[in-house]
């Protein structure tokens, strides 16, 4: 029993008192070091948790942006499908048109090429003209 007593109060002594308060102010340095530490921490991660939520809405806006530059660009692209059809079928209606015109043009021509009816022998300016030249004799001869 005594031995412990001794223990307990070597313990006690003012030498490991002593001791003892240099080991608790290393330990409180060591906790205000940290603590400076954690608050310098807290503070770096707060300005780079700002700094990255800037930038996420500067992204966001950015999107935004883009999204309707797509959107705008899809109708631009459909308005030019529009106009490209449009397009299509007024050339589908020229060219049927000068197809009708070569139609046309081509059966003048067929029909210039093809000949005409002989006309009627009676109609003829020659026969015409004998017949009258063959009057006008038979008018002379009869007079004398």
């Known amino acids: ?3 412990e007593l001794r223990k307990i109060l070597e313990e006690v ?11 608790l102010s ?13 608050r310098l921490m807290s503070a770096h991660w707060k300005l780079k948790t700002k700094g990255l939520e800037t930038q996420l809405e500067k992204q ?20 030019a499908g529009s106009q490209t059809r449009k ?3 007024m050339g589908e209606k020229r060219d049927k048109a000068i197809k009708e015109l070569r139609d ?29 030249m063959s009057m ?4 002379i001869v009869s007079k004398k």
């Open 1 to 3: 029993m005594e031995c």
């Open 13 to 23: 002594s003012p030498k490991s008192i002593e001791r003892m308060n240099r080991l």
């Open 26 to 38: 290393v330990k409180d340095e060591e906790i205000a070091k940290l603590k400076d530490e954690v």
């Open 60 to 79: 966001r806006r950015t999107d935004q942006e883009l999204k309707k530059k797509v959107v705008k660009l899809e109708f631009c692209l459909q308005e």
């Open 87 to 89: 397009l299509q079928r």
């Open 104 to 132: 046309q043009i081509t059966g003048k021509q067929w029909n210039e090429s093809v000949p005409r009816e002989k006309p009627n022998f009676w109609d003829t300016s020659g026969f015409k003209i004998v017949v009258s």
């Open 136 to 139: 006008l004799l038979l008018v």
